[in-house]
């Protein structure tokens, strides 16, 4: 049983910042990839980075670059993502996602990531 939850959510002003918590259980976390998606009101689900657990190496996607930030806490099994300089299309419900097994999952598939959190939603206005 893989269960992941997102907290952190809410409302913020623009250029404000906003830290979002995925934990993690159920599974091997100390060897994944956790992902960070969103999915603005009429929009598909993108993807905004991930996090290799083992390494600690991270991969943003070009949208978020320099504003978001992904980083762990390993002995709390949880994933941070860091969110700076926020915009108005910023908006969305933000999910948390894990993958076991490198080459199936694709950021640019999200459906190929097998495990999700429920989301939090984040309101920039």
């Known amino acids: 049983h893989v269960q992941l939850v997102e907290s952190g959510g809410g409302s913020v002003q623009a250029g404000g910042s906003l830290t979002l918590s995925c934990a993690a259980s159920g599974y091997g976390y100390t060897d994944t990839q956790m992902a960070w998606f969103r999915q603005a009101p009429g929009k598909e689900r993108e993807a905004l980075g991930t996090i290799y657990t083992a390494s600690g190496t991270t991969v943003y996607a070009d949208s978020v670059k320099g504003r978001f930030t992904i980083s762990q806490v390993k002995a709390n099994t949880t994933v941070f993502l860091q969110m700076d300089t926020l915009k108005p299309e910023d908006t969305g419900t933000y999910y948390c996602?894990?993958?076991?097994?490198?080459?199936?999952?694709?950021?640019?598939?999200?459906?190929?990531?097998?495990?999700w959190g429920q989301g939090t939603q984040v309101t920039v206005s």
């Open positions: 996602a894990a993958c076991r097994n490198f080459g199936e999952c694709r950021l640019s598939r999200p459906s190929s990531y097998p495990y």
